[in-house]
C-alpha cells in the first residue's frame, strides 16, 4: 500500500518539519495566514457553507479547514503529513472551533471508503506536491456528491510565476521557506482544466491572485499566470 499511496515522502518530511510553526502568523506560513480570507470568501460566495458537509484535501495544519467550520460547516481535513495534522487538532482543541475534525488519510483512500459524501471539497495549493495530481483531482470527483462544488488552487508553470513564486518569493523576499516549490511539478490552468475534465467535473470559475511585496496585500483577479483557483462543480444527478 505505502509503495502505491500517491506521496512524495520528502514533501511530507518537509511540511512536518515546519508543523509546529503552522499558527504562528509571522512564521513561513503567514502567506497562508493573509490569502485565507481570501480564498474563503470567494468560496462561501459561490456556494455558502453553512450546514455543509466540508472537506478540506491536503489541509496542513488546518488555517483553511477551521475557518471554513467557523462558517457554519461541518469539516472533515485530511492530510498524509502526521506532525501536521496533530498541530490542526491542537488547535481546534486549543481555540475551541466547532464541527471539525482530521483524519490521516489519501483523497484516493477516502474516496474508495465514502464517495459522494461531501457537499463541498477544497483542495488548495496541495497539488503540486504530489506525483500524481490528475488521481487527487478524480478522487475529488468521486468523493464529492452530485450537484456539489470542488475548488482547487495551485500555482501555474509559467516564467512568470518561475520569477515571482520561486525566485521572488522563496530566495528574495524569503516569503516561503526555500525549496516549497518545485518549477516542473506546478500545473498549467490548461492541464489541471483537464483533469477536471478527465474526472466529469464542469469548471465554473476561474481567478488568479495578485501580490503587492510593499503593501502586503494580495488579491483576486483574472490573470491566471502565477497563482490561480478553479471552482468547479459534479453534474447534479450523477452519481461514480
Given at each position: 500500500m505505502t509503495s502505491t499511496l500517491n506521496a512524495d515522502p520528502a514533501e511530507l518530511a518537509k511540511f512536518s518539519d515546519l508543523a509546529h510553526r503552522w499558527w504562528d502568523k509571522d512564521s513561513e506560513f503567514r502567506p497562508l495566514h493573509d490569502i485565507n480570507p481570501l480564498r474563503l470568501d470567494w468560496i462561501?460566495?459561490?456556494?455558502?457553507?453553512?450546514?455543509?458537509?466540508?472537506l478540506d484535501v491536503g489541509c496542513g495544519g488546518g488555517i483553511?479547514?477551521?475557518s471554513i467550520a467557523r462558517k457554519g460547516a461541518q469539516v472533515l481535513g485530511i492530510d498524509l503529513a502526521t506532525k501536521a495534522l496533530r498541530v490542526a487538532q491542537l488547535h481546534a482543541l486549543e481555540a475551541q472551533t466547532p464541527n471539525v475534525q482530521y483524519q490521516e488519510v489519501?483523497?484516493?483512500?477516502?474516496?474508495?471508503?465514502v464517495p459522494a459524501s461531501?457537499?463541498?471539497?477544497?483542495?488548495m495549493e496541495m497539488l503540486e506536491h504530489v506525483p500524481d495530481p490528475a488521481s487527487v483531482v478524480q478522487a475529488c470527483a468521486t468523493l464529492v456528491k452530485p450537484g456539489g462544488w470542488v475548488f482547487f488552487s495551485t500555482l501555474n508553470r509559467s516564467p512568470k510565476s518561475f520569477l515571482l513564486a520561486i525566485v521572488g518569493a522563496e530566495y528574495m523576499l524569503n516569503l516561503l521557506p526555500r525549496g516549497t516549490h518545485e518549477y516542473a511539478r506546478m500545473i498549467r490552468p490548461s492541464e489541471l482544466a483537464s483533469y477536471c475534465r478527465a474526472a466529469?467535473?464542469?469548471l465554473r470559475h476561474t481567478r488568479g491572485m495578485?501580490?503587492?511585496p510593499l503593501t502586503r496585500r494580495y488579491w483576486l483577479n483574472a490573470d491566471t499566470?502565477?497563482?490561480?483557483?478553479?471552482a468547479s462543480q459534479k453534474p447534479a444527478g450523477e452519481i461514480l
Open positions: 462561501n460566495g459561490l456556494c455558502p457553507l453553512v450546514g455543509k458537509q466540508v483553511l479547514a477551521d489519501s483523497a484516493e483512500g477516502l474516496a474508495a471508503q461531501f457537499d463541498v471539497i477544497t483542495c466529469d467535473l464542469d495578485a501580490y503587492n499566470s502565477v497563482n490561480y483557483l478553479f
